[in-house]
């Protein structure tokens, strides 16, 4: 927050360390109408400020203005998006959604009892002014977020946007980013299953962190966060609280940064994974032995949040002794505890007959816990400091009842003839060679190359139940030791796309996702989003935004997945200039038995490389485009998601029957990227032949795609047929080349040479990168 929000703070609240000044106590407040508040530099409007001083019936204490002041944020009211965020919750009824939008995250029945939760977030704006701390608690709020639904967490992705790859910002950010999303997870023991790492000039000044977390648990042991039943305890347990992120969310996440870049530390956070692992243990064995009717974690808005969100969803009250709350500075005021967003804190509502309990527990895994409050009869929320009151509101007006505001929204003036500038008439290559150059250029660019050299800082396979992980097109985890049931995840965002067309652009991303999804022979069943834009007082912004959420809702219902959450990013902007709309999607599915999932390389030579899906030429935003022409323009790939579900269940008829080896799916470099990477994956070349246009055939970014390799191939296309999926005959595994007939023949080990040097010439080389990863710890027997 910024230098002069603090002092407006600490002028008018004093903490027990500091000398004493004038405490502001709602008595005080109402006596003293006139008093000026800092509520701009807390990043409320005036009319906001006036909002809240007719709620009450006086001005704000200055304990309470903190309160609303981050409640009231966009990054937790939502009062842009909300408008628009309303068409998920329109979608058809799911029997798979337990629990839907509105709780820490949604949950959704994925047989045999069990149940699973899933969410992505992101901390963007922390991770650009302190990249390894901003990422790696970026890890530790959605690990919370999952822990809190009663949930073990199982396993985390990420999806990581930069600015240009040679940029020297990108050299300072993306290297702390990756440690700290690698060095948080790995000390929880969660395996990292896979993601994205991409690069474009749009997000200089503005990575884009989205971390996702999934855990499993049974149907009963879902838990919610509300507080009921009066004299029922609140519990503060975890780490004590600190100066470190306040006002995080009201001034760092809501709102651009200027040119002159980071300078906003304060509102940083700062992680413990080592407490964070203590936490999660305690709250299982909670969970386990009943002694919480609700529970909430304290992440953006710390206190303020938690106290407000549990007694709003309950059915009473809360009054909060916040002299209670263990401290790591006593110098702090009133105000800096309840907007304090230290890590690693949880907020538990306990049955006066079960704190003993509760307490044992947290001592038993060496978890500082305090009883500061209870629940209370009536519809406020109350707050006392040495025994005076500071705060007396009603908890809906801050958690849930904020602002929603309806914003201009205005067509891009620059869209018409940027669609128009079509990428198909950009220059080709004219020979075999230049076509040769072009394939390199892509597989070997910053979005195409090997990534391992951030994969290999991260644990995927940590707790053995890793079936598959990045490389492969999604993350795949046993669940269950004895049936093999497992989940498989995909993360997957195009700003490109989206920056010619949200609606088409959103749609993309959640046909890429399932597709993922698919090709590992899972049957995709929900939905997961984190919506990164620029600033909602841009109308092009919040047009594009608007038409983003309408295309993906869309989507979800042709497909018949539910949303079950997710969040909005805003603001990712420098000055006037916003990064590429960015929808980032996640899409979860079920395998019944998880040795029958397909990984994506080449295994064995002598097999049928099959192409199932049409091809069309269809350039526009595509990585050919973007590498060789340095272009985006034209529109986007068609949509046909009857057809992605179509290729959907033939993938898992044919994973199911044993009859395909690998399948790798069609995205961002088309087939040209495909190709190569299955061939590198496991060092197995292919002799190829395209009998049509090779350059559209290599490069074309036409949806609802898949390569697959088969020792039958009679029955695959037997089965296709069935499904209404074309297929194209393409050639035969083998050979330490990726040949083309007539056209190019790449050794594969210079072809790797390429494709694994970009990054570590970037930013240096690990020891141990290899360049490969390896197939999994689940045995296939």
Known sequence: MSESATAGLSDLDTGPGRLQHRLDTVDLAARTPDDEQPYAELGLKADEYARIKDILGRRPTTAELAMYSVMWSEHCSYKSSKVHLRRFGDLPESDALLVGIGENAGVVDVGDGYAVTFKVESHNHPSYVEPYQGAATGVGGIVRDILTMGARPVAVMDSLRFGRADAADTARVLPGVVAGVGGYGNCLGLPNIGGEVLFDDCYAGNPLVNALCVGVMKHEDVRLAKAEGVGNKVILFGARTGGDGIGGVSVLASETFDAEGPAKRPSVQVGDPFTEKLLIEACLEIFAQDLVTGIQDLGGAGLSCATSELASAGTGGMHVDLDAVPLRDTTLTPAEILMSESQERMCAIVEPSKVDAFLAVCAKWDVLATVIGEVTDGDRLTVD??????????????????????????????????????????????????????????????????????????????????????????????????????????????????????????????????????????????????????????????????????????????????????????????????????????????????????????????????????????????????????????????????????????????AREGLIGSAHDLADGGLAQALAESALRHGVGARLELREDPFTALFSESTARVVVTTTDPGGVKTTARWAGVPVTELGTTGGDALAVEGLAALPLDELRATWSATLPALFGAPEDAVGTVPAGTVPTS
Request: proline share 7%; aromatic share 6%; net charge negative.
């Open 385 to 654: 400091w040495h025994g005076e009151r500071i705060v007396d509101v009603p908890p809906r007006t801050v958690a849930h009842e904020g602002p929603v505001y309806e914003r201009p929204m205005r067509r891009p003036a620059d869209l018409d003839a940027l669609q128009a500038d079509d990428a198909a008439r950009l220059p080709r290559p004219a020979t075999a060679a230049e076509l040769e150059a072009h394939w390199l250029a892509v597989v070997s660019s910053p979005d195409g190359a090997d990534k391992t050299w951030v994969t290999e800082q991260y644990d995927r396979y940590v707790r053995g139940n890793t079936v598959l992980a990045q490389p492969d097109d999604a993350g795949v985890v046993r669940i269950d030791e004895e049936s093999h049931r497992g989940i498989a995840l995909s993360l997957d965002g195009n700003g490109r796309y989206a920056r010619l067309d949200p609606y088409t652009g959103a749609r993309l991303n959640l046909a890429e996702a399932y597709r993922n999804v698919a090709v590992s022979g899972a049957k995709p069943l929900a939905v997961t989003n984190c919506l990164n834009f620029g600033s909602p007082e841009n109308p092009e912004v919040m047009w594009q935004f608007a038409e983003a959420v309408r295309g993906l809702a869309d989507g979800c219902r042709e497909l018949g997945l539910p949303v079950t959450g997710g969040n909005v990013s805003l603001y990712n902007q420098t000055g006037d200039v916003a990064i590429n709309p960015t929808p980032v999607i996640g899409v979860l599915g079920v395998h019944e038995d998880v040795r029958t999932r397909v990984s994506s390389g080449w295994r064995a030579a002598g097999e049928t490389v099959l192409l199932l899906g049409e091809t069309r030429p269809e350039f526009g935003g595509s990585a050919w485009a973007s590498v060789v022409h340095g272009h985006l323009g034209g529109r986007p790939p068609a949509v046909d998601l009857a057809a992605e579900k179509a290729l959907g269940e033939l993938l898992a008829a044919l």
